[in-house]
């Protein structure tokens, strides 16, 4: 099947609330909770996106001809683009009873491990959801990224209890869930963390850990304090609050922070193989992206996030050679007109 047979597929499959549109924009679903709009009018979701095709590439084709390597190392680990699927949860409530959480991120984990990439997992109030995928992690050797809600010290360990068999190469942490409702009036309470909780935290995880939610240069390096040893740049996906700035328009300032000291990630409105280039060239080391893979595991299965990973790297393949790129480290903000 084609990207676009895949997507059109989908249309079927998810629903009410997710439209399936040709181009997942924020305005078909921008107020709908739940959904995947926001709680609010959605203007953060439908600002990510349109930042990222605000901004021009430069292209320059008088350089060396030959292939580009699209390939990405972090935390020990090799992905043949720098994309990583980010956490979803709560599926049948947003997207349709199609997939429950489990099954979404059991076939989402090991989908994206065969395609050349990792995903993070999401998390939420049932506990089935981290087991499964604790489980889907541990029988793809660890490839994965499991993502904890801002919870209790006492919930958050228990979590991380049941990923001690799976052995990720890393965990996260979406601090930005701290604005999502069902997080409040929570007992013990969950939500906001200080950067005491958060460096506690961070010591019981044991491997590298992921904030993701930071939206500012202190914002940033409060995580590098707390001993984060990477960050999301995120918004929620513009989910959780109003008449925020795209992540477009924060990422530079705060890889000019941090980015030498922590590995830098980057969510929110990014579509395509060129939105990932733009990401790069701004300073991001890789992107995450959520929705666009959740209809193509409505509408194919396996199969759609293969093909969806296939069209980003051709994509960003060939923004690369036409921008005179050959490798991610040759991407530069040089690389964006009027930079």
Not at 13 to 23: D, E, I, L
Not at 167 to 193: E, H, R, T
Request: aromatic share 8%; hydrophobic share 40%; proline share 6%.
């Amino acid at each position: 099947m084609t990207y676009q047979e895949i997507q059109a597929q989908s249309r079927g499959q998810v629903g009410p609330y997710c439209k399936a549109c040709p181009v997942c924009n924020g305005f078909g679903c921008r107020n709908t909770l739940p959904g995947p709009g926001a709680k609010g009018l959605g203007t953060g979701f439908i600002r990510n996106y349109q930042k990222w095709q605000e901004l021009c590439v430069n292209m320059d084709t008088i350089c060396e001809n030959k292939p580009v390597d699209t390939t990405f190392t972090w935390f020990g680990q090799t992905s043949d683009i720098p994309v990583f699927a980010a956490p979803l949860g709560a599926l049948p409530q947003h997207y349709g009873d199609k997939y429950d959480d489990p099954t979404y991120n059991d076939i989402l984990v090991s989908a994206c491990a065969a395609a050349g990439i990792a995903a993070f997992t999401g998390d939420g109030i049932h506990p089935e959801t981290m087991e499964g995928a604790a489980k889907a992690i541990a029988r793809c050797n660890g490839r994965g990224v499991p993502t904890i809600k801002p919870w209790s010290k006492e919930m958050i360990r228990h979590k991380l209890d049941l990923l001690r068999e799976a052995k990720p190469f890393a965990v996260a942490m979406d601090i930005d869930g701290a604005g999502l409702p069902f997080l409040k009036n929570l007992q013990p309470a969950a939500g906001s963390k200080t950067v005491a909780e958060l460096r506690e935290i961070s010591a019981m995880v044991g491997r590298p850990f992921i904030l993701k939610g930071i939206m500012t240069v202190t914002g940033a390096k409060k995580a590098l304090e707390a001993g984060a040893a990477g960050i999301v740049v995120s918004n929620h996906g513009g989910r959780v609050l109003d008449q925020c700035p795209a992540t477009a328009e924060v990422l530079p300032g705060i890889v000019d922070a941090v980015g030498k000291e922590m590995t830098i990630f980057v969510d929110g409105g990014i579509r395509s193989g060129m939105d990932v280039f733009k990401a790069l060239a701004l300073g991001a080391d890789a992107v995450l992206i959520g929705r666009p893979f959740v209809n193509m595991i409505y509408g194919a299965g396996p199969e759609g996030v293969k093909v969806y990973v296939e069209k980003l790297k051709e994509e960003l393949s060939d923004t690369m050679a036409m921008c005179g790129a050959h490798s991610l480290a040759d991407i530069s903000r040089s690389m964006l007109f009027g930079y």
